[in-house]
Each structure stands twice: as structure tokens, then as C-alpha cells.
């Protein structure tokens, strides 16, 4: 069986996923009268589990409404003690180096995963952990916020192989990483 | 007659211009054998003259082989005193507030131009003197370098205005900037 950690986000044009204030609405600057899924219920389809950071987490239990994921979450984090009581069955906490993590969750037979939230996806391409990186673009200028990327060791090569325009405003790109150092 | 401020630049996927060391050979990590010029000839057309900082004069300088410029072009610079006589047909130095450079470069018959450089981009857009951003997409992500964008003070909406993909690899994204604060 394939194993694959797929990244699926969205940024501003330069470059952030949320605001200066952890602002969100940005998301949203594009109307979207019938609600298209750019991809996320196609996502959902094809990965076994989703692992995500616990910013990440509280901001969607912040989202209120019905839980948006109908595959098994894994909330890394070192000070979340429990999942509440709603979301136990749906949700589980985690934590170690990303390789670890990685290894825990394939032990449990869920083999593609969706990696999501800053600080996870940064810590994983670090290691050089990701497979596939699929970047919504938001047709913003937000001028500060919390940034997509952050430092690698070397520079990664990627391959396009997709290029998709949404609302003929929003361009997503999904790029392999070819996990060959430059 | 209509005046135009257009940025044409490439940048990593993480939107870097420059690697950390000042590195620009990831801009060819696509081999590009038919030399396709992904705008670059239509955009001298467009335009009436091109405004770049100081590091990036001196960049192109160091290039070496033919002047690529077409136009005439202004550098900005507080300290650069000369040109090097081979280019004192097509360089001028200028310097001052972006408007006022702007007032000075329109004052001499020159509307539509090609602001480039990573510092006198920022600086554009900081004061909304950005009309369309053009975007070249290298799939590369250097893991730090020299940002394209900069702070702002206000988030700043875009409209896309075209996609495209180059060698099938590269993607480019025109954007104009709505100039309306959000």
C-alpha cells in the first residue's frame, strides 16, 4: 500500500495563513455562491487519517458547526491532556519527533495522510516528510501574518503536476516534492 | 495616456527572489532550451521605461554579456555617484520617495513602467503605487532568502487577470491590484 503525507492549504499571494491577528476571513474574500470544495472532499476520499497541529485543532473547534472531517484526526500537541467528550471518538492526541509521529500512525494501517496547520507542515518538510503540496492561492496581499514556509536545511526541487483555476480567481497548484536535495 | 506600474519578477515557491547567499541559478532550475521568455518581451513592449534598486542594477551589471534592457532605465540609489560609461545612454540615477521618483519618471514622458528589485517593489506597494503583478512561480522552495513582499499596512485586495503555465512546470499569475484597502 502507497504511503503519502499530502499537504492541502491555502495562502495568501504572499505567502501566509492567516493574519497578523490569526485572522481567517481572508479565506473567504472570493465569493463562493455554490459552495465549491477546490479539492477537499476529493482529499478527504483518498487519505486514511489527517494529522494536524493543536492551533489548528482549537481553530476549527472554534469553527463551531458539524466536525468537517469524516476520517480518523491526529491532534499533535504537548499540553493537550483531553479531546472533548463530542469528538473522542473522531479525534486523538499525539506527539514525538515528526518521523515517529509518522511511524505511529502507519502502524495503525492509515498509510496517506493529510498534513495540515503552520507549524506541522513546516516541522515535516523539515524532514523532508512531505509528498505533495497542494497551495490554494487567495488573491490578497495580507501584508503580515503567520507564514506557510519556513527555513529548510537545503533548497527542496518540486514538480507541478497540477495547475487549476477556482472562481476564476483563486489558482491551485499541486506541486511532488522530489525529495532530491539540490 | 494610461500610466501603468507593472512588477514582472520570479520567485520561489516560498517567495523568495534571491537565495540566502544572494543565489539566483534556482531561477534556471528548469531547462528551458527554446529560451522562451515568459513575457519578458511583450512586457518591454508595454512598457515606456523601467525603475529598479541598486542591487539589482548591479546585479544585472554583473550578468555580463548584452545590456537586456530596451528601454531606458532609472536606478534608485541615495549613494551610487556614476554609470559606467557603456551605459550612460540607457541608465539614470534617480532617488527620493517612490511618488516623487514616479512624479519625476512621468514629468519626462514615461508612463507605463516596470518597477523591479525586491526593496523598490516592497517600497511600491507599501504606498499602493502598484498597478499589476506579474508572478513567476519557480517549483523550488529555498528555505529562506530575500522575500518578494514585504509589510504592508493594510491588506491589500487582488483580481486575477491570468494564469499561466510555462514548460509545463512554471506558473505565471498576473494580478491587478485593486488599490482598494479591504
Request: with cysteine.
Amino acid at each position: 500500500m502507497e504511503k503519502k503525507n499530502i499537504v492541502f492549504i491555502a495562502q495568501s499571494l504572499d505567502g501566509y495563513i492567516a493574519g497578523k491577528n490569526g485572522e481567517l476571513d481572508w479565506l473567504h474574500a472570493i465569493p463562493n455562491p455554490d459552495h465549491i470544495d477546490m479539492g477537499f472532499n476529493a482529499l478527504m476520499n483518498e487519505i486514511d487519517a489527517i494529522v494536524m497541529g493543536r492551533t489548528t485543532f482549537e481553530t476549527v473547534c472554534n469553527f463551531g458547526g458539524d466536525w468537517p472531517y469524516p476520517k480518523p484526526v491526529f491532534v499533535l500537541s504537548n499540553s493537550l491532556k483531553n479531546i472533548p467528550d463530542r469528538l473522542k471518538d473522531k479525534v486523538s492526541l499525539t506527539n514525538g519527533r515528526p518521523q515517529e509521529i509518522i511511524n505511529k500512525i502507519h502502524s495503525k494501517g492509515y498509510l496517506k495522510l493529510y498534513i495540515d496547520g503552520g507549524t506541522t507542515i513546516q516541522s515535516f518538510l523539515k524532514e523532508n516528510l512531505i509528498d505533495e503540496l497542494r497551495i490554494t492561492s487567495i488573491p490578497i496581499l495580507l501584508g503580515g501574518g503567520f507564514s506557510l514556509f519556513g527555513d529548510l536545511i537545503e533548497p527542496m526541487k518540486l514538480e507541478l503536476i497540477a495547475s487549476k483555476v477556482f472562481l476564476n480567481q483563486i489558482v491551485q497548484n499541486c506541486y511532488r516534492c522530489k525529495k532530491i536535495y539540490l
